[in-house]
């Protein structure tokens, strides 16, 4: 038996195990890593045989209502990324579509979230001592 000829490495159970991580990450925040050594971090909300549906996350600025507020009072705005009159500027995070084939996928991870607890735990009240 040849050992040089052997393949250890099988692309369709590779394929297969991301698909089903896929699934079953569905509608979870994560982070997904190319071949090509580059990632993306979004939301999975559709995955088929050929790839996966991303809801990728990209930063945005109120740079349209700057825009607007410097025309209209005569461009004193603020300098070094804060706006005038007040602290600094609001960031959004706006959600794109993209879509990935699974054969580009390198690998994928939950991202980590920690659970706030909503209150501090107090004992309970007991009138009856």
């Given at each position: 038996m040849?050992?040089?000829g052997y393949n250890y490495y099988d692309?369709?159970?590779f394929t297969r195990?991301?698909?089903?991580?896929?699934?079953s990450y569905m509608y979870h925040h994560v982070v997904l890593t190319?071949?090509?050594?580059?990632?993306f971090d979004g939301i999975i909300?559709?995955?088929?045989?050929?790839?996966v549906s991303?809801?990728?996350?990209?930063?945005?600025t109120e740079q349209e209502r700057d825009d607007f507020e410097d025309q209209r009072y005569g461009g004193y705005g603020g300098y070094g990324g804060y706006g005038g009159y007040g602290g600094p500027r609001r960031r959004f995070r706006r959600f794109r579509r993209q879509f990935f084939p699974i054969a580009a996928l390198a690998a994928l991870s939950l991202l980590p979230?920690?659970?706030p607890y909503p209150y501090p735990y107090?004992?309970?009240y007991y009138p009856y001592y």
């Open positions: 040849s050992v040089e692309e369709t159970d195990n991301i698909h089903g991580k896929c699934k190319m071949q090509d050594g580059s990632s909300e559709g995955v088929d045989d050929n790839g991303v809801l990728v996350g990209e930063d945005a979230y920690a659970y107090y004992p309970p």
